[in-house]
């Protein structure tokens, strides 16, 4: 756990660095980059708001990967389950006329459902006939597209743009006046306190529940698992069943909170974006939001140094990759890290063996 | 331990330049045609004679010299030979024949929150003339045009609402502008039948939205017109009329090309954004191979993009609409205190904000000249072309 945070913190340390050489090398001052970077997300409340709205569905897509990763599956899917969890939630929210906090729960409800609908093929597939989660989620991915892509335009369409849903009404939304007055006027919403909540809840459960440990044991060691007695199937597709309803969460926080309706012909950048946050935070629940948060600040923060510096989006938009590359390839700092502890420990073995041979050496003579 | 350091090091920094190598080609590849734009073109400015010129109601009086000028991208890059691209090389060319200072901004996403962050961002940077290509900035504009209300909006192909509203709320802070593609399209269907002389030709959309539709049915009237009056004998039929769903999906922009010209389909109208790109790429693999295929092309002068390796184009012409000269005018129609605030101004034949490129090296002169004469008329008034579906295909 601990080694883990300084593996994590290496990865963005390096990553900053990389990208500080890459704005040196373009002939742009790295430290007001970064400098208007961190102003960009943090300088005033309403940035620091926007700051945690960015975050909160990467929190949910990054919780819904780490989850999968935690039971030894791969869920690529979560940008199809984000879309169609928000479409599900869309749905409800425009056809029902309920109290705001009647409404929401059965929103998060339908949306947990039709996300937990995307990803629970897969994991039968991968249950029954050991089809790779990897190829059936991520075609999940486009049939989710596509689905949602006719349904929004049969049954939600907005009357004033074709490529949009309707505009959720006010009680149909997770937006709340105190959270957007406390943060002056940010779009900030109670995505983010739903995401703290699922943080813990699935913290929880994979930590110290009988059924979270069999889903751990099923993805260590499937023969093993089974051998020990535990439905390995059964627990396959609730693991994907579950990382799909919260990545459907997601959508409801993304298509609900943050946005009002749902634009078609997009697949959610923010499904993929789930990976590298899952890989930063070590898929461990609280690293995950904590990693979400600082993916968040990059995102809202980047334009902001596009506006006061010269640096091209393009080159902001490298830096972030940078960093999500060297968060990806964390196991080789992992193993850097190991390998460096390993010589030392051999070199004072050396040392010391040197050091009997002499004595020994002295002995003799 | 001291020399790995150096070693990760060392690897870091020549991971990073490399990267940065890469970024910078990019970057002058994105610039370079940027010099030799059709901006350049700017001899009439078409707002001028538009109706722009009349400018009682504008509350910018004075001139304004010392402002910058800020931009939001839509989704896609800046290169994406469409919106992004006419607006951004207009806005540079304006900015530096007036001497401004200028900026794009690319959102994270496509939210109204995305855009107006974005917005924010500029705002707060001291970019307060800000144009937003696209549609999809309807909202956000609708909203912006009210939060900063010392700051410029111009909006290219739509015009600030509310959300589930169609009513438009232009703000005297605020321009939305509009194009005639529905011209564009007649005068590309007109030329594409008047080279063709007989054959088959089909129409791949991006999503069906009614820029695209309106592209879509200019583009059959065209041909109708050639056919009824010009002796022409082009036919398109119903299945060759294709709105693919997306204007990203450049695989599947290939395989509808593929499929329309397997069927006998000589030339294919691309509105399309990245599907059409897919088009380009399928009518130049066969062009290579000399097969008798092309493709018109949309927005911009696609010419240079679907060039051969014998330095011949499979782009027929362009049905364009001038972006760039629109995003052009607004900028120095502010430097001569002249911003048509609170306008909804129509891009047409009339004012020259629609219509084929200047040079088409595969039209012939005759085609050329026939155009010419019919594109007088349209601007004349003597031709009308609907800008309804009626009962044209899709």
Known sequence: MKNSLIISLCAVVFGLLAGAVLMLATGHNAVTGYSYLFQGGLKNPERIGNTFATASPLIFSGLAVAF???????????AGQLLVGGFCASVVGLNLDLPKVV???????????????????????KARFNVHEVVSSIMMNWVGFWTVYY??????????????????????????????????????????????????????????????????????????????????????????????????????????????????????????????????????????????????????????????????????????????????????????????????????????????????????? | MRKSAVLLAILTLVFSVLAACGKSNNNSSVSSPTASSPAATQSASPAASSPAATQSASPAASANTNFQVGMVTDSGTIDDKSFNQGTWEGLQKATQDLGLKDKYLKPAGTTEADYLQEMGNLYDAGYKFIVTPGFKFETAIYAAQDKYTDAKFVLIDGSPHKANDTTAVVKPNTVSIFFAEHESGFVAGLATALQLKEGEVGFIGGMEIPPVQKYNWGFQQGLKYANDNLGTKVTIKKENVI???????????????????????????????????????????????????????????????GMKKDGKSIILTSAMKKIDQAAYDMVKLETEGKFPGGQTLMFDSKNDGVGLPKDNPNLSPETISKVDEVFKKLQSGEIKVAAEQGNLIK
Request: without cysteine.
């Open chain 1, 151 to 365: 349904g929004v335009q049969s049954y939600i369409k907005n009357p004033s743009s074709e490529t949009e849903s309707k505009q959720l009404p006010e009680a149909a939304t997770l937006k709340a006046h105190w959270m957007t007055d406390l943060f002056h006027g940010s779009y900030i919403n109670l995505g983010l306190l739903v995401a703290v909540v699922v943080v813990i809840v699935v913290a929880f459960i994979i930590n110290k529940t009988t059924f979270g440990y069999e889903l751990k044991a099923v993805g260590h060691n499937r023969d093993a698992s089974e051998y020990a007695g535990i439905a390995v199937n059964r627990s396959i597709v609730f693991s994907m069943a579950i990382s799909g309803a919260i990545a459907g969460l997601g959508g409801v926080a993304l298509y609900a909170g943050n946005a009002s309706n749902i634009q078609i012909g997009i697949l959610p950048s923010q499904g993929f974006d789930g990976i590298a946050v899952s890989l930063l935070g070590a898929n461990n629940p609280l690293g995950v939001l904590l990693s979400a948060i600082f993916f968040g600040l990059l995102y809202s923060g980047r334009g902001f140094m596009n506006a006061m510096t010269d640096i091209p989006p393009e080159i902001a938009d490298s830096i972030i990759a940078i960093i999500i590359y060297f968060s990806a390839t964390s196991i080789m700092i992992e193993r850097l890290i190991r390998w460096l502890i390993r010589r030392r420990a051999n070199a004072k073995l050396n040392a010391s063996q040197d050091g009997k041979v002499k004595s020994s050496h002295v002995e003799h003579d």
């Open chain 2, 243 to 305: 709105y693919q769903g997306t204007f990203s999906d450049v695989a599947a922009g290939q395989q509808i090309a593929a499929q329309m010209y397997d069927r006998g389909v000589k030339v294919i109208f691309a509105a399309a954004g990245g599907v059409g790109v897919g088009a380009i790429k399928e009518a130049k693999t066969r062009g290579e191979s000399g097969k008798d295929v092309w493709i018109v092309g949309v927005d911009v002068d696609q010419y240079a993009d």
């Open chain 1, 103 to 125: 409404l929401l729960p059965i929103m998060l409800i339908a949306g947990a459902l039709g996300g937990a609908l995307w990803s629970v093929i897969p994991g039968l597939l």
């Open chain 1, 68 to 78: 999968a990763f935690r039971t030894g599956l791969f869920n690529i899917g979560v």
